[in-house]
């Protein structure tokens, strides 16, 4: 039952998010200014039940997913998360099970989610100074934190774990050589990732955008790195490993180089909208359909007929024209 859109790209990964909810306030997609006090986050009844969320991953899975990522939100916010994990682990087919996560809750998180079935975690960490990541998470958190996270998921063999550096011009360039030679030899890869436009609230200019080129320049400068293949199609991150062989790192260039021709994701928000592009303005609501007692050929038709016509390519085509689209909130769909 595979089916591709209309660009020929097949369906293969599935990033499940369930909850909209984040203990932090990171600058660049949940800004204090927005997602405060007053804001409304989405009620409990709103969110997709683990049952519900089962459903929709086992139509995408007979439709050609392989690989399912919980996402947020901070997705170790949802309660019973364990118990999710081990109901999808449990889905045949499906060969890369992941979660990404700010770490925060992870150190004492970590063995239970490993029990439960899931296979690894990528842990979003934007410097190793304590000053410049604390402002860029804005609840005063620091970097030990996530590093206990991160030590305690590789005790748990959550591996190879993935640190998601986002890299803001003026804000935290300076911290790439420190993020890059503290996880130099862990077998732990760091991505780089340039600035992305998602959603509305976090104030986006392109001059903030440091290109993937120059980090790249950076790290080739510091350690001396090569090109790396990619490991599977329709991979974001460019591969670079360090020439001494200690391992590896990576830059997703979604701004300044475009892998829209072949992305093979979907996103499932909490409360039951899939969304096939991170930069999209609207999806398709498989809430109502589930709770209005759709049966699974229902809801695979559904599954086929979004993916069928997706025509999305969105960082092909950024430009003056698609300014001030209101794109759904990355805290919405987790990136």
Not at 26 to 47: Q, V
Not at 103 to 126: E, I, P, Q, W, Y
Not at 156 to 171: E, F, S, W, Y
Not at 182 to 207: A, P
Request: net charge negative; with cysteine.
């Amino acid at each position: 039952m595979s089916v591709e859109d209309t660009l020929g790209r097949p369906v293969r990964d599935l990033r499940i998010s369930v909850t909209d909810r984040c203990n932090f306030r990171c600058t660049y997609c949940m800004p204090k200014e927005i997602f405060n006090r007053e804001y409304e986050f989405l009620t409990r009844d709103s969110l997709l039940s683990f049952e519900e969320i089962d459903r929709v991953a086992r139509s995408f899975v007979r439709h050609g997913v392989r690989k399912i990522r919980l996402t947020g939100g901070e997705p170790l916010l949802r309660k019973g998360i364990e118990d999710l994990v081990a109901t999808l682990a449990m889905i045949p087919d499906i060969e890369d099970l992941t979660l990404t996560t700010n770490g925060a809750l992870l150190g004492r998180m970590a063995s239970d989610l490993a029990a439960a079935g899931l296979h690894r975690v990528t842990v979003s960490l934007d410097s190793m100074d304590d000053d410049v990541f604390k402002a860029m998470n804005d609840v005063d958190f620091a970097v030990q934190g996530v590093l206990d996270g991160i030590a305690a998921a590789a005790e748990a063999g959550l591996t190879p774990i993935k640190i998601n550096m986002v890299v803001k011009r003026g804000m935290n360039e300076s911290s790439i050589t420190d993020m890059a030679r503290h996880f130099k030899g862990t077998g732990h890869i760091v991505r780089f990732i340039e600035y992305m436009d998602v959603g509305t609230t976090n104030g986006w200019r392109l001059n903030d955008v440091l290109p993937a080129r120059e980090i790249i320049n950076t790290l080739n400068q510091e350690f001396g790195i090569e090109p790396l293949a990619a490991s599977h199609s329709g991979e974001v991150a460019q591969r670079w490993g360090y020439r001494d062989g200690t391992g590896e790192v990576g830059v997703i260039a979604s701004v300044t180089e475009p892998f829209c021709g072949a992305c093979s994701r979907a996103r499932l928000s909490a409360e039951g909208v899939v969304y096939t592009c991170l930069f999209a303005t609207h999806g398709t609501d498989l809430r109502t359909l589930l709770r209005e007692g759709a049966g699974s050929e229902s809801l695979d038709e559904a599954v086929h007929d979004l993916w069928a016509g997706r025509t999305d390519r969105y960082s092909e085509i950024r430009s003056s024209l698609t300014a001030g689209l209101n794109k759904v909130e990355m805290s919405h769909i987790g990136g």
